[in-house]
């Protein structure tokens, strides 16, 4: 039964000639060990003799599977009971949160030892009712050590860390638990010296007493304090010194965290990944791929944090580069490589990798995992692929809120605004509740539809139904939509409405409504728009091209020339204009006015040929 190989337990027990009480408890016990519930209750309907520990483990085994009224029945038809029954029923009330009943059970105790009290007090202690806690303390008569530790705890959770500390100098015997609770809530409450010197104090240290104190160091900054308790310890543990390294780099301290890696000799994959996850959120690239070249031994966690944070660093090439490495000469890759290289897929100009990394994934049936699915729906839909991009949707046997609201989206931003509001409707239907990323997918759709009655239903329905916030993005949309529709005013007092819940309006906001005044002209409110745009964001060139463009339609040249003046002023420089062509296996990127493309002049060559050709077949049609 220890093992569960609950099968042969039964078989034996079913090939015993004779069974005592005890094999009959045993049997008991370990069903309900198991989960078997109803098979332990069938034995215990079926035993010839019970004692009171048959009692006592049903009792505990009904209160553990949450069967409260089963152990209550139970406990009733007892003719003769002990403190220990009386003491399951406390505990299995108090397991399942009916402190009230395990409140009346207590009191209507003949004898109580200082495990019902215990019980209780600590019930109250979990439940926050510290007065009454400390009222039933008072009246114990014995108290052992646990006791009085129940009552520190209570007092360090509830912030009173001087009364804590009172009763703690007062307990009779102290275990390691107690000076555990004590130092702990010295750090939460950010003493970390008074800590230091209660640990001194200590004669018998476990492992956590060592973990806390050297954590509340380091997150007091206190480094070279941490590092020297940490060579102290009786055996140094690999998670406490890669804690160390963690909070080093939670504090932006990674190069700080980097030299101790060098300097002790400490370290293991564990550490040197965190390194590589803090220079990538750094920015510093070239740091992390060093720490990657000189780590002796990579595991898959360390090549799919190579993989995504080149990735997130706008470097997907190169992530590409490394999972080929990867399959190579490192580990098979897992749900998360796939991931992580289907997104970086999903940014490039051609679906052909991102098809062969979908192959590969069914190969090794990777395809099967939600997270891996949901990063190729994502892929083709931003690829603009949305029939495969449904085709995965539809073939997924589970789906979770991301799959929802990566087919929304996809959905949206390609212009199938009913199809995206169809499949909103579907998921309303199922277990999930939309959250603020669903609701960006149905106002975009509602938004490139021009559908400006559903637009304004759903975002209520985001508020006052679903109790969302709305965030910038919420607001751009609405104001794209309303704006587009020609209902200026109405987009201007939204901007209000955002302004009045503590909102700033951010640039994407003024931008959106810049663009509707100028798809119907209305020169004075894009005027605002626009400088609030180039105030926000004055390196944006659109917004300025934008102006001009306002200006220069209705006449008002120099104000034209004034916008173009500050332009150039402010170094701000038009984008260029990029296209990209895939042929074969490789890829051709071409830049509005650049030509150091290798075959530039053959290509021009080949367009002015193009031109040529198209003009003469016009003036053939038209003479003709």
Known sequence: MRNAR??????????????????????????????????????????????MFTYNTVIAGLMQSD???????????????????????ISGYVCNGLIDEALRVFHGMPLKDVVSWNLVIGALVNCQMMDLAESYFKEMGARDVASWT???????????????????????????????????????????????DLFQKMHDRDLTSWKQLINGLVNSRRIDAAISYFKQMPETCEKTWNSIISVLIRNGLVKEAHAYLEK?????????????????EMGEVGSAIKVFELMTTRDVTV????????GENDL????????VQMKESGPSPDNATFTSVLTICSDLPTLDLGRQIHAQAIKIARNQFTTVSNAMITMYARCGNIQSALLEFSSMPIHDIISWN??????????????????????????????????????????????????????????????????????TCLVDLIGRFGLIDEAMNLLSEIRADGIEVSPTVWGALLGACRIHNNIKVGEIAGERVMELEPNNSGVYLILTEMYLSCGRREDAKRIFAQMKENGVKKEPGCSWIQINDGGHVFLSGDSSHP??????????????????EILFDAYY
């Not at 209570?154 to 000076?179: H, S, T, Y």
């Not at 564990?270 to 220079?279: D, E, F, M, P």
């Not at 799919?304 to 944070?309: L, T």
């Not at 409707?425 to 149905?442: A, N, Q, S, Y």
């Open 150 to 196: 129940i009552m520190v705890n209570g007092l360090v959770r509830e912030g009173r860390i001087v009364e804590a500390r009172k009763l703690f100098d007062k307990m009779p015997a102290k275990d390691v638990q107690a000076w555990n609770l004590m130092i702990a809530g010295y750090l939460d409450n950010g003493c970390v010296g008074v800590a230091e």
């Open 6 to 51: 609950i099968q042969e337990a039964q078989n034996l027990f079913d090939k015993m000639p004779q069974r005592d009480t005890v094999t009959w408890n045993v049997m008991i016990r370990g069903y309900f060990k198991n989960g078997f519930l109803d098979n332990a209750m069938c034995l215990f309907n079926q035993m010839p003799e019970r004692d």
């Open 406 to 475: 990566s087919i929304i989206c996809g959905l949206a931003y390609h212009g199938y605004a009913e199809k995206a509001l169809e499949m909103f409707e579907r998921m309303r239907l199922t277990d999930f509740k939309p959250d603020d990323i669903t609701f960006v997918g149905v106002l975009s759709a509602c938004s490139y539809a021009g559908l400006v009655d559903q637009g304004r239903y759903y975002f209520d329905c985001m508020k006052n139904k679903y109790f969302l916030q709305p965030r910038s993005v919420h607001y």
């Open 599 to 616: 075959k530039f002049h053959r290509l021009r060559y080949l367009l002015n040929l193009l031109h040529t050709e198209m003009e003469r």
């Open 264 to 280: 002790y000799p400490y370290s293991n994959i564990a550490s040197w990944t965190n390194v590589i996850v803090g220079y990538f």
């Open 67 to 89: 069967n409260v009224q089963g152990a209550k029945e139970v406990f009733d038809g007892m003719e003769v009971r002990d403190v220990v029954t009386w003491n399951s029923m």
């Open 303 to 310: 090549w799919n944090v190579m993989i995504f944070g080149l």
């Open 316 to 323: 997907g090439e190169e992530g590409l580069k490394f999972f």
